[in-house]
Protein backbone atom coordinates (compact mmCIF):
# COMPACT_ATOMS: atom_id res chain seq x y z
CA UNK A 1 0.00 0.00 0.00
CA UNK A 2 0.75 3.98 -0.65
CA UNK A 3 0.25 5.30 2.73
CA UNK A 4 0.13 9.31 3.24
CA UNK A 5 0.28 10.61 6.75
CA UNK A 6 -0.87 13.81 7.65
CA UNK A 7 -0.09 16.36 10.03
CA UNK A 8 -3.26 19.43 9.56
CA UNK A 9 -3.29 22.61 10.48
CA UNK A 10 -6.19 25.45 11.34
CA UNK A 11 -7.35 27.58 8.37
CA UNK A 12 -8.65 30.56 10.68
CA UNK A 13 -5.14 31.59 12.69
CA UNK A 14 -1.28 31.48 12.74
CA UNK A 15 0.30 30.69 15.97
CA UNK A 16 2.62 29.63 17.76
CA UNK A 17 2.38 26.15 15.88
CA UNK A 18 2.61 27.46 12.53
CA UNK A 19 5.08 30.34 12.53
CA UNK A 20 8.61 29.58 13.97
CA UNK A 21 11.25 27.35 13.57
CA UNK A 22 9.62 24.23 10.94
CA UNK A 23 9.88 21.04 13.65
CA UNK A 24 8.95 17.24 12.92
CA UNK A 25 5.89 15.95 13.61
CA UNK A 26 7.18 12.83 15.11
CA UNK A 27 4.46 10.80 15.64
CA UNK A 28 4.20 10.52 11.64
CA UNK A 29 7.66 9.88 11.77
CA UNK A 30 7.54 7.20 14.65
CA UNK A 31 4.82 5.18 12.24
CA UNK A 32 6.11 5.66 9.07
CA UNK A 33 9.42 3.96 11.08
CA UNK A 34 6.84 0.89 12.35
CA UNK A 35 5.83 0.82 8.82
CA UNK A 36 6.64 -2.86 7.44
CA UNK A 37 7.85 -2.95 3.65
CA UNK A 38 6.78 -3.95 0.80
CA UNK A 39 4.14 -0.92 2.26
CA UNK A 40 5.61 2.81 1.29
CA UNK A 41 4.76 6.48 3.17
CA UNK A 42 4.81 9.74 2.51
CA UNK A 43 4.29 12.44 4.81
CA UNK A 44 2.35 16.09 4.45
CA UNK A 45 2.64 18.67 6.96
CA UNK A 46 0.67 21.84 6.72
CA UNK A 47 2.41 23.81 8.61
CA UNK A 48 4.14 24.05 5.06
CA UNK A 49 0.64 25.01 3.27
CA UNK A 50 -2.41 23.30 2.22
CA UNK A 51 -1.56 22.87 -1.38
CA UNK A 52 -0.57 19.22 -1.14
CA UNK A 53 -3.13 17.99 0.85
CA UNK A 54 -5.72 19.22 -1.61
CA UNK A 55 -3.65 18.11 -4.69
CA UNK A 56 -2.31 15.26 -4.21
CA UNK A 57 -4.46 13.05 -1.45
CA UNK A 58 -6.23 11.15 -5.00
CA UNK A 59 -7.10 7.66 -5.32
CA UNK A 60 -4.46 5.96 -7.62
CA UNK A 61 -1.84 7.96 -5.48
CA UNK A 62 -2.67 6.93 -1.81
CA UNK A 63 -4.05 3.49 -0.53
CA UNK A 64 -4.92 4.89 3.23
CA UNK A 65 -4.65 8.42 4.61
CA UNK A 66 -3.75 8.44 8.33
CA UNK A 67 -4.16 11.67 10.16
CA UNK A 68 -3.01 13.02 13.44
CA UNK A 69 -3.96 16.03 14.83
CA UNK A 70 -3.90 18.60 18.35
CA UNK A 71 -7.92 20.21 18.61
CA UNK A 72 -7.02 23.12 16.60
CA UNK A 73 -6.10 21.03 13.54
CA UNK A 74 -9.59 19.07 13.58
CA UNK A 75 -11.63 21.48 11.37
CA UNK A 76 -8.96 20.72 8.73
CA UNK A 77 -8.88 17.25 9.53
CA UNK A 78 -12.51 16.63 9.08
CA UNK A 79 -11.82 18.90 5.75
CA UNK A 80 -9.49 15.98 4.37
CA UNK A 81 -11.10 13.18 5.45
CA UNK A 82 -14.23 14.58 3.23
CA UNK A 83 -11.76 14.31 0.58
CA UNK A 84 -10.68 10.93 1.21
CA UNK A 85 -13.44 9.96 1.44
CA UNK A 86 -15.24 11.87 -2.46
CA UNK A 87 -11.64 9.82 -3.64
CA UNK A 88 -12.59 6.54 -2.30
CA UNK A 89 -9.33 6.55 0.02
CA UNK A 90 -9.60 4.87 3.56
CA UNK A 91 -9.00 7.13 5.98
CA UNK A 92 -7.99 6.79 9.97
CA UNK A 93 -7.23 9.62 12.54
CA UNK A 94 -5.38 9.25 15.79
CA UNK A 95 -3.70 11.62 17.62
CA UNK A 96 -4.70 13.63 20.99
CA UNK A 97 -8.45 14.90 19.62
CA UNK A 98 -9.48 11.83 17.99
CA UNK A 99 -8.41 10.02 21.34
CA UNK A 100 -10.21 12.54 23.55
CA UNK A 101 -13.10 12.70 21.53
CA UNK A 102 -13.18 9.31 19.40
CA UNK A 103 -16.68 9.66 18.82
CA UNK A 104 -17.25 12.85 17.21
CA UNK A 105 -13.94 11.84 14.70
CA UNK A 106 -15.84 8.42 14.12
CA UNK A 107 -18.56 10.33 11.93
CA UNK A 108 -16.12 12.37 9.70
CA UNK A 109 -13.59 9.14 9.38
CA UNK A 110 -13.64 5.21 8.41
CA UNK A 111 -11.67 4.70 11.41
CA UNK A 112 -10.71 6.31 14.75
CA UNK A 113 -7.34 4.62 16.89
CA UNK A 114 -7.54 5.92 20.63
CA UNK A 115 -4.05 6.58 22.36
CA UNK A 116 -0.62 5.81 20.85
CA UNK A 117 -0.48 3.38 17.93
CA UNK A 118 2.77 1.88 18.63
CA UNK A 119 1.62 -1.32 19.49
CA UNK A 120 -1.68 -1.28 17.44
CA UNK A 121 0.29 0.16 13.61
CA UNK A 122 1.02 -2.41 11.84
CA UNK A 123 -2.60 -4.32 12.59
CA UNK A 124 -4.29 -1.06 10.69
CA UNK A 125 -2.06 -1.63 7.92
CA UNK A 126 -2.66 -5.41 7.66
CA UNK A 127 -6.52 -4.87 8.38
CA UNK A 128 -6.06 -1.69 5.48
CA UNK A 129 -4.78 -4.00 2.97
CA UNK A 130 -7.04 -6.11 3.21
CA UNK A 131 -10.16 -4.15 2.88
CA UNK A 132 -11.47 -5.09 6.50
CA UNK A 133 -10.57 -1.83 8.68
CA UNK A 134 -12.22 -1.69 11.97
CA UNK A 135 -14.02 1.79 13.01
CA UNK A 136 -12.17 1.67 16.31
CA UNK A 137 -8.74 0.48 17.11
CA UNK A 138 -7.13 1.17 20.75
CA UNK A 139 -3.48 1.36 21.88
CA UNK A 140 -1.35 0.86 25.33
CA UNK A 141 0.69 2.62 26.15
CA UNK A 142 3.61 1.16 24.61
CA UNK A 143 6.89 -0.33 25.95
CA UNK A 144 9.34 1.99 24.81
CA UNK A 145 12.32 1.05 26.42
CA UNK A 146 12.19 -2.08 23.65
CA UNK A 147 14.77 -1.26 21.56
CA UNK A 148 13.61 0.12 18.20
CA UNK A 149 10.17 1.17 20.08
CA UNK A 150 9.64 5.25 19.90
CA UNK A 151 12.35 5.81 16.78
CA UNK A 152 11.60 7.90 14.32
CA UNK A 153 12.44 7.91 10.74
CA UNK A 154 14.63 10.75 10.52
CA UNK A 155 15.44 10.53 6.99
CA UNK A 156 11.33 11.11 6.21
CA UNK A 157 11.24 14.49 5.12
CA UNK A 158 7.21 15.71 4.25
CA UNK A 159 6.64 15.93 0.41
CA UNK A 160 5.69 19.75 0.66
CA UNK A 161 8.88 21.10 2.55
CA UNK A 162 11.97 20.31 4.85
CA UNK A 163 12.12 20.75 8.26
CA UNK A 164 14.78 23.08 10.18
CA UNK A 165 15.75 20.41 12.69
CA UNK A 166 15.23 16.94 13.64
CA UNK A 167 13.63 15.52 16.33
CA UNK A 168 13.89 13.06 19.06
CA UNK A 169 11.82 11.69 21.60
CA UNK A 170 13.45 9.80 24.76
CA UNK A 171 10.75 9.56 26.94
CA UNK A 172 6.90 9.93 27.61
CA UNK A 173 4.42 10.50 30.08
CA UNK A 174 4.71 13.04 32.51
CA UNK A 175 3.15 12.74 36.22
CA UNK A 176 2.74 16.42 36.97
CA UNK A 177 -1.16 15.81 36.04
CA UNK A 178 -1.75 20.06 35.35
CA UNK A 179 -5.47 20.81 35.06
CA UNK A 180 -5.15 22.21 31.12
CA UNK A 181 -2.82 19.18 29.90
CA UNK A 182 -3.86 16.37 28.10
CA UNK A 183 -0.40 14.70 28.16
CA UNK A 184 -1.14 12.40 31.34
CA UNK A 185 -4.19 11.36 29.71
CA UNK A 186 -2.67 10.53 25.99
CA UNK A 187 0.55 9.22 27.09
CA UNK A 188 0.07 8.59 30.98
CA UNK A 189 1.24 9.75 34.35
CA UNK A 190 4.69 7.18 34.92
CA UNK A 191 7.53 8.52 32.47
CA UNK A 192 8.67 5.49 30.45
CA UNK A 193 11.54 5.82 29.32
CA UNK A 194 13.60 4.68 26.23
CA UNK A 195 16.61 2.24 25.53
CA UNK A 196 19.52 4.60 25.97
CA UNK A 197 21.57 2.51 23.06
CA UNK A 198 18.53 2.94 20.88
CA UNK A 199 18.27 6.64 21.30
CA UNK A 200 22.34 6.73 20.91
CA UNK A 201 22.26 5.00 17.49
CA UNK A 202 19.01 7.34 16.48
CA UNK A 203 21.08 10.59 17.68
CA UNK A 204 23.92 9.39 15.42
CA UNK A 205 21.80 9.12 12.51
CA UNK A 206 19.58 12.30 12.74
CA UNK A 207 19.93 14.78 9.49
CA UNK A 208 19.87 18.03 11.08
CA UNK A 209 22.94 20.16 13.18
CA UNK A 210 20.19 20.90 15.63
CA UNK A 211 17.75 18.43 17.74
CA UNK A 212 14.43 19.26 19.37
CA UNK A 213 14.08 16.67 22.60
CA UNK A 214 10.84 16.12 22.10
CA UNK A 215 10.05 14.90 25.87
CA UNK A 216 7.26 16.41 27.90
CA UNK A 217 9.51 16.39 30.85
CA UNK A 218 13.28 15.53 30.00
CA UNK A 219 14.88 15.54 33.71
CA UNK A 220 11.68 14.16 35.36
CA UNK A 221 10.66 14.32 38.78
CA UNK A 222 13.00 12.96 41.68
CA UNK A 223 16.38 10.92 42.16
CA UNK A 224 15.18 8.36 40.04
CA UNK A 225 14.12 9.96 36.40
CA UNK A 226 17.33 12.66 37.14
CA UNK A 227 20.44 9.86 37.45
CA UNK A 228 18.30 8.32 34.04
CA UNK A 229 18.68 11.29 32.42
CA UNK A 230 22.02 12.15 33.65
CA UNK A 231 22.76 8.87 32.26
CA UNK A 232 21.72 9.72 28.95
CA UNK A 233 23.79 12.83 28.95
CA UNK A 234 26.93 11.03 29.44
CA UNK A 235 26.20 8.35 26.81
CA UNK A 236 25.68 11.11 24.37
CA UNK A 237 29.21 12.81 25.82
CA UNK A 238 30.78 9.60 25.30
CA UNK A 239 29.00 8.32 21.75
CA UNK A 240 27.16 10.61 20.67
CA UNK A 241 27.52 13.03 17.46
CA UNK A 242 28.35 16.46 18.04
CA UNK A 243 24.98 18.09 18.00
CA UNK A 244 22.98 21.20 19.88
CA UNK A 245 19.60 20.84 21.15
CA UNK A 246 16.78 21.66 22.89
CA UNK A 247 14.41 19.92 25.28
CA UNK A 248 11.34 20.54 28.07
CA UNK A 249 11.64 19.82 31.57
CA UNK A 250 10.67 20.95 34.82
CA UNK A 251 11.81 23.93 36.73
CA UNK A 252 13.60 21.36 39.39
CA UNK A 253 16.32 20.87 37.05
CA UNK A 254 17.99 24.22 38.19
CA UNK A 255 19.07 22.59 41.29
CA UNK A 256 21.30 19.40 40.51
CA UNK A 257 24.49 20.99 39.30
CA UNK A 258 25.68 18.24 37.73
CA UNK A 259 22.46 17.42 35.45
CA UNK A 260 23.11 20.78 34.12
CA UNK A 261 26.48 20.30 33.62
CA UNK A 262 25.97 17.51 31.81
CA UNK A 263 23.37 18.76 29.91
CA UNK A 264 25.87 21.98 28.59
CA UNK A 265 28.33 19.58 27.52
CA UNK A 266 25.90 17.31 25.72
CA UNK A 267 25.01 20.38 23.55
CA UNK A 268 21.72 21.51 25.17
CA UNK A 269 21.88 24.89 25.28
CA UNK A 270 18.00 25.82 25.69
CA UNK A 271 15.25 24.47 28.14
CA UNK A 272 11.98 25.20 28.05
CA UNK A 273 9.97 25.36 31.20
CA UNK A 274 6.15 25.95 32.20
CA UNK A 275 6.52 28.39 34.64
CA UNK A 276 2.42 29.31 33.69
CA UNK A 277 2.12 31.93 36.46
CA UNK A 278 3.58 33.80 39.13
CA UNK A 279 0.54 33.20 41.54
CA UNK A 280 0.26 30.85 43.60
CA UNK A 281 -3.60 30.27 43.98
CA UNK A 282 -3.28 29.82 40.14
CA UNK A 283 -0.77 27.27 40.21
CA UNK A 284 -3.01 25.41 42.99
CA UNK A 285 -5.76 25.55 40.62
CA UNK A 286 -3.50 24.23 37.47
CA UNK A 287 -2.42 21.56 39.97
CA UNK A 288 1.46 22.17 39.51
CA UNK A 289 2.65 21.47 42.50
CA UNK A 290 5.62 20.94 41.68
CA UNK A 291 5.79 24.77 40.54
CA UNK A 292 3.99 25.80 43.48
CA UNK A 293 6.18 24.12 45.77
CA UNK A 294 9.09 26.20 44.29
CA UNK A 295 7.39 29.70 43.34
CA UNK A 296 9.73 31.03 45.90
CA UNK A 297 13.00 29.90 44.26
CA UNK A 298 12.26 30.85 41.06
CA UNK A 299 15.21 33.13 40.83
CA UNK A 300 17.77 30.70 42.11
CA UNK A 301 16.74 27.98 39.80
CA UNK A 302 16.68 29.84 36.63
CA UNK A 303 20.13 30.97 37.67
CA UNK A 304 20.78 27.53 37.98
CA UNK A 305 20.56 27.10 34.37
CA UNK A 306 22.34 30.12 33.54
CA UNK A 307 25.51 29.06 35.46
CA UNK A 308 25.35 25.93 33.36
CA UNK A 309 25.32 28.25 30.27
CA UNK A 310 21.74 26.78 29.16
CA UNK A 311 19.40 29.24 28.51
CA UNK A 312 15.70 29.40 29.79
CA UNK A 313 12.69 29.47 27.35
CA UNK A 314 9.66 30.41 30.08
CA UNK A 315 6.29 29.75 29.14
CA UNK A 316 3.15 31.61 31.01
CA UNK A 317 -0.29 30.93 30.49
CA UNK A 318 -2.85 33.59 30.95
CA UNK A 319 -6.61 33.60 32.01
CA UNK A 320 -6.50 31.90 35.38
CA UNK A 321 -9.77 32.78 37.49
CA UNK A 322 -7.14 34.98 39.67
CA UNK A 323 -5.82 36.92 36.24
CA UNK A 324 -6.77 39.96 35.64
CA UNK A 325 -6.67 43.58 32.69
CA UNK A 326 -2.63 43.80 34.61
CA UNK A 327 -1.75 40.19 34.72
CA UNK A 328 -0.27 40.22 31.01
CA UNK A 329 1.78 43.31 31.93
CA UNK A 330 2.78 42.32 35.22
CA UNK A 331 4.20 38.66 33.73
CA UNK A 332 6.24 39.85 31.23
CA UNK A 333 8.08 42.01 33.16
CA UNK A 334 8.51 39.84 36.22
CA UNK A 335 9.73 36.94 33.88
CA UNK A 336 12.03 39.49 32.38
CA UNK A 337 13.34 40.66 35.86
CA UNK A 338 13.74 36.65 36.54
CA UNK A 339 16.56 36.51 34.09
CA UNK A 340 14.24 34.82 31.71
CA UNK A 341 15.54 35.06 28.41
CA UNK A 342 12.82 34.35 25.90
CA UNK A 343 9.13 34.39 26.79
CA UNK A 344 5.98 32.62 25.37
CA UNK A 345 2.62 34.03 26.85
CA UNK A 346 -0.38 32.06 25.65
CA UNK A 347 -4.47 32.38 26.65
CA UNK A 348 -5.30 29.50 28.83
CA UNK A 349 -7.43 26.97 26.57
CA UNK A 350 -9.19 24.07 27.69
CA UNK A 351 -8.76 21.65 25.47
CA UNK A 352 -10.94 18.62 25.22
CA UNK A 353 -9.83 15.57 27.26
CA UNK A 354 -8.45 17.75 30.30
CA UNK A 355 -10.18 18.12 33.55
CA UNK A 356 -10.02 21.86 32.42
CA UNK A 357 -12.41 21.68 29.78
CA UNK A 358 -15.13 19.12 31.47
CA UNK A 359 -14.78 21.87 34.72
CA UNK A 360 -15.66 24.90 32.39
CA UNK A 361 -18.40 22.98 30.67
CA UNK A 362 -20.06 21.62 33.61
CA UNK A 363 -19.97 25.59 34.85
CA UNK A 364 -20.90 26.73 31.11
CA UNK A 365 -18.06 28.70 30.32
CA UNK A 366 -16.75 27.86 27.39
CA UNK A 367 -18.61 29.54 24.56
CA UNK A 368 -17.17 28.39 21.42
CA UNK A 369 -18.92 25.42 21.30
CA UNK A 370 -19.80 25.45 17.69
CA UNK A 371 -17.89 22.42 16.66
CA UNK A 372 -15.99 20.83 15.14
CA UNK A 373 -15.77 24.55 13.28
CA UNK A 374 -14.84 25.62 16.51
CA UNK A 375 -12.13 23.68 17.08
CA UNK A 376 -10.35 26.00 14.72
CA UNK A 377 -10.27 28.76 17.52
CA UNK A 378 -8.38 26.36 19.81
CA UNK A 379 -5.00 27.94 18.75
CA UNK A 380 -3.86 29.81 22.18
CA UNK A 381 -3.80 32.49 20.58
CA UNK A 382 -7.83 33.68 21.52
CA UNK A 383 -9.87 32.98 24.02
CA UNK A 384 -12.23 30.87 24.28
CA UNK A 385 -14.47 30.67 27.53
CA UNK A 386 -15.63 33.22 29.94
CA UNK A 387 -12.50 34.46 32.38
CA UNK A 388 -13.96 35.42 35.79
CA UNK A 389 -12.12 38.98 36.17
CA UNK A 390 -11.91 39.80 32.79
CA UNK A 391 -13.92 39.21 29.89
CA UNK A 392 -12.65 37.61 26.94
CA UNK A 393 -12.74 40.43 24.96
CA UNK A 394 -10.10 42.00 27.07
CA UNK A 395 -7.75 39.10 27.80
CA UNK A 396 -7.32 39.01 24.02
CA UNK A 397 -6.64 42.48 23.83
CA UNK A 398 -4.41 42.81 26.76
CA UNK A 399 -2.00 39.77 24.68
CA UNK A 400 -2.60 41.96 21.77
CA UNK A 401 -1.08 45.06 23.48
CA UNK A 402 1.89 42.36 23.83
CA UNK A 403 2.37 40.83 20.92
CA UNK A 404 2.01 45.14 19.28
CA UNK A 405 4.64 46.19 21.47
CA UNK A 406 6.65 42.86 20.87
CA UNK A 407 6.95 43.84 16.67
CA UNK A 408 7.56 47.50 17.48
CA UNK A 409 9.86 47.89 19.43
CA UNK A 410 13.73 47.27 19.58
CA UNK A 411 14.65 44.17 22.04
CA UNK A 412 15.75 41.47 20.15
CA UNK A 413 19.97 42.07 19.96
CA UNK A 414 19.62 43.42 23.44
CA UNK A 415 17.75 40.11 24.75
CA UNK A 416 20.62 38.34 22.92
CA UNK A 417 23.18 40.57 24.72
CA UNK A 418 21.44 40.02 28.03
CA UNK A 419 21.82 35.91 27.45
CA UNK A 420 25.54 36.04 26.31
CA UNK A 421 25.85 38.32 30.12
CA UNK A 422 23.87 35.56 31.99
CA UNK A 423 25.25 32.22 30.59
CA UNK A 424 28.59 33.54 28.98
CA UNK A 425 27.94 31.16 25.97
CA UNK A 426 27.90 32.27 22.45
CA UNK A 427 25.74 28.93 21.21
CA UNK A 428 22.86 29.87 23.79
CA UNK A 429 22.95 33.59 22.85
CA UNK A 430 22.57 32.72 18.98
CA UNK A 431 19.95 30.20 19.87
CA UNK A 432 18.08 32.48 22.06
CA UNK A 433 18.61 35.28 18.89
CA UNK A 434 16.62 32.88 17.09
CA UNK A 435 13.97 32.34 19.29
CA UNK A 436 13.11 35.93 20.24
CA UNK A 437 13.58 37.24 16.11
CA UNK A 438 10.94 33.81 15.56
CA UNK A 439 8.78 35.25 18.20
CA UNK A 440 9.18 39.05 16.77
CA UNK A 441 8.29 37.58 13.50
CA UNK A 442 5.34 36.04 14.82
CA UNK A 443 3.89 39.46 16.28
CA UNK A 444 4.59 40.97 12.79
CA UNK A 445 2.77 38.52 10.89
CA UNK A 446 0.11 38.10 13.71
CA UNK A 447 -0.26 42.42 13.27
CA UNK A 448 -2.80 42.74 10.43
CA UNK A 449 -5.14 40.54 11.97
CA UNK A 450 -4.99 41.92 15.25
CA UNK A 451 -5.67 45.66 14.41
CA UNK A 452 -8.56 44.27 12.07
CA UNK A 453 -9.74 42.22 14.52
CA UNK A 454 -9.64 44.51 17.24
CA UNK A 455 -10.11 47.48 15.55
CA UNK A 456 -7.78 49.84 17.11
CA UNK A 457 -3.64 50.12 17.76
CA UNK A 458 -2.68 49.94 21.23
CA UNK A 459 -1.92 53.30 23.20
CA UNK A 460 0.33 54.44 25.94
CA UNK A 461 -1.08 52.82 29.02
CA UNK A 462 -0.09 52.19 32.63
CA UNK A 463 0.32 48.39 30.54
CA UNK A 464 1.71 49.43 28.11
CA UNK A 465 4.60 51.66 29.50
CA UNK A 466 5.29 48.07 31.85
CA UNK A 467 5.34 46.25 28.40
CA UNK A 468 7.79 48.41 26.74
CA UNK A 469 10.02 47.90 30.05
CA UNK A 470 10.19 44.55 29.74
CA UNK A 471 11.46 44.44 26.17
CA UNK A 472 13.96 47.58 27.15
CA UNK A 473 14.87 46.13 30.35
CA UNK A 474 19.45 46.40 29.95
CA UNK A 475 21.97 44.66 31.22
CA UNK A 476 22.81 47.19 33.76
CA UNK A 477 19.15 47.67 35.40
CA UNK A 478 18.98 44.08 36.49
CA UNK A 479 22.43 42.70 36.26
CA UNK A 480 24.59 45.06 37.16
CA UNK A 481 27.83 44.05 39.35
CA UNK A 482 26.88 40.55 40.03
CA UNK A 483 25.90 38.44 37.36
CA UNK A 484 24.83 34.92 37.53
CA UNK A 485 28.37 33.69 36.84
CA UNK A 486 31.37 34.85 37.41
CA UNK A 487 32.60 37.49 35.96
CA UNK A 488 35.93 36.12 35.41
CA UNK A 489 34.37 33.07 33.50
CA UNK A 490 35.17 33.20 29.52
CA UNK A 491 32.90 32.30 27.25
CA UNK A 492 32.72 29.16 25.58
CA UNK A 493 30.96 28.01 22.47
Not at 239 to 255: A, H, P, V, Y
Not at 440 to 461: C, H, S, V, W
Request: charged fraction near 25%; include cysteine.
Amino acid sequence: MRIALINPVARRCQGYHTIGSKIPQIGLQVLAQLTPKPHTVETIDEVFGFDASDSLIRRGRFDLVGITSYTSGATRAYEIAAQCRREGIPCIMGGPHASALPDEAARHFDSVAVGECDTIWAEIIDDAASGRLKSRYTGRLADIDRAGTGRAAQHLQPINGAYDVSSIQTSRGCPVGCEYCSVTKFNGAPIRRRDIGDIIEEWNTTIKPFVFVVDDNFFGVGPKHAEWAKELLREIIKRGKRRLWFSQTTINMGEDEEGLRLAYKAGCRGMLIGFETFNQESLQQYHKGINRNNLHRYKELVDGFHRAGISVFGAFIIGADQDDEQTVADTALQSVKLGIDTIQITNLTPLPGTRMYDRFMEEGRIFATSYPSDWERYTFVETVYHPKKMSAQRLDEAIYELRHLAAKTPWVWLRTLRTMWMTRSITSALFIHGMNKGWKRMAKIQLPKDTARFGYTPTENARTRKIRDAFRLSLSKYNPLTPAVPVSQTAVV
